[in-house]
């Protein structure tokens, strides 16, 4: 655990009791500040008590005496609208701050890599820790992966952070430059709590406003809004900047990392890896998430060869294109991670003769983006809120039912026959039925493994 001392003797609220909230009042307690937390949600505040965190409601509070408020990344902090407790804060010129900020502002000796955009982010935080770790660096890994940023072990100045940084967290990070800062890639997602497109964008471009000189960027440069990025950062001629690809773009092949045919190569050398051999990283997004992972362990000192060899042999994450085996002729992908349009048709580019398990909670920003990969479906099986907005928008132009939910799902999908995939790829949100993208997937798995599918 990462104790925050520069607190010690200072009132902090703490809003928000999950992972994150409770990481941060151990933390905060462990450096000596007086804590008050609370949550909207019942069972939460009962687990927190048996815990023995402090309670106190948010309207009880002298927000006067106040030092901070810290939110969890889940909690409003200006769109839709803010949360009223964000509200009384701002009323009483408290500010406002994240876990990763307080980690930030303990200032530990360590590096820091930070990585965002809107897909890939896991899978290529924990591929360069993987990397880093197979190169001999001591690393630790957190953020929205997973790991509190607090509850992570204090790092030497020959470590380093590596960081999933979702929008929320950003926002509520102001101080954190980190040394190495990723933009995968950026398209719709998360619209209603930015506010918009504009807002969105800004939440994620903000990581490396507040860089330093002399720190490194490194940017996706395949979707438009991400290579405008790379082109104002280079412009200011202030820090390193790394464009990478995962379609040969003549700047990454030229002054980055790029991926051609599944060759990676680095500024313009020979091809360092070949991809195909990664039995985790099927598919061009995954080119890109390797690529970017090896741009951030060669700007941290990983000797090329090394780093190659290790990208090949990283295991991949649960969720995310997870390969569940072949039944029956059929092959199980669990790729429940895909929460939005753009994500599952990334899924859907790399099959044929897909039977495809879609639906939730829509998000905002529709689903155009699965319309290149609509020949390669042979059966569509429709779940959760969004199954009557995706039937309408298929439009009959693939066959689909109707399921309702998983289970259902999962049973009708044994018309599947030998040399077809059954995808598990919603590009919707899980929590209509489920209350993460984990449990949809861990449901998804066990109705495969208990003979779902004949």
Known sequence: MIGITQMAGQQVAVFGLGQSGLSAVRALAAGGADVRAWDDDDERRQTAAAAGVPLAE???????????????????????????????ARAAGTEVIGDVELFARRGLPARVAAITGTNGKSTTTALAGFVLEACGQPVAIGGNIGTPVLDLPELDADGTYVLEMSSYQIDLAPSLAADVAVLLNLSPDHLDRHGGWPGYVAAKLRLFDQQRPGQTAIVGIDDNASADLFERLNGLGDRTVVPISAHGAAPALRHGVAVVAAQLNEAGGVATADLGEARALKGIHNWQNAAAAFAVVRALGCPGPDAARSLLEFPGLAHRMEDLGVIGGVRFINDSKATNAEAAARALACFEHIHWIAGGRPKAGGYDALEPYLERLEQAYLIGEAADELDDWLGGRVPSRRCGDLASAVAAARSASSGATVLLSPACASFDQFANFEVRGEAFRELVAAGGIA
Do not use: Q, T
Not at 61 to 88: D, Q, T, Y
């Open 58 to 88: 948010p309207g009880d509070l002298n927000w006067s005496e106040i030092s901070a408020l810290v939110l969890s990344p889940g909690v409003p902090l200006s769109h839709p609208e803010p949360h009223p407790v964000v509200k009384r």
